[in-house]
């Protein structure tokens, strides 16, 4: 019903920056929120942040805040994440994720669409 399609992700040295994208299409009239989450191999997948497509409220994980920021233009039904001050433990493959609202991204619910990831890889 609903398409995902991430870009931007690559190779950078820490302390560099990367904006990711993360295109919608299909049928989107029920998702409200869309965010980010990011899983290393061997590890769980974890939230990194989200927000409301209607009033554009944030929400970030702890170990991202004040460096990555998350931003939507519905015009483009596109969300971005704007990574600086990257460090080596942000290396993982990022996923964009579409729901419901904030509740369904946070809590990582199966109703939540997937688009195919995206690779972060950054140098030490």
């Known amino acids: 019903q609903v398409q995902l399609v991430e870009s931007g992700g690559g190779l950078v040295q820490a302390g560099g920056s990367l904006r990711l994208s993360c295109a919608a299409s299909g049928r989107t009239f029920s998702t409200n929120a869309m965010g980010w989450f990011r899983q290393a191999p061997g590890t769980e997948r974890e939230f990194v942040a989200a927000i409301r497509l209607t009033g554009g409220s944030t929400y970030y994980a702890d170990s991202v805040k004040g460096r990555f920021t998350i931003s939507r233009d519905n015009a483009k039904n596109t969300v971005y994440l704007q990574m600086n001050s990257l460090k080596p433990e942000d290396t993982a493959e990022y996923y964009c994720?579409?729901?419901?609202?904030?509740?369904?991204?946070?809590?990582?619910?199966?109703?939540?669409?997937w688009g195919q990831g995206t690779q972060v890889t950054v140098s030490s």
């Open positions: 994720a579409a729901g419901n609202n904030i509740a369904t991204i946070r809590a990582y619910s199966p109703s939540n669409y």
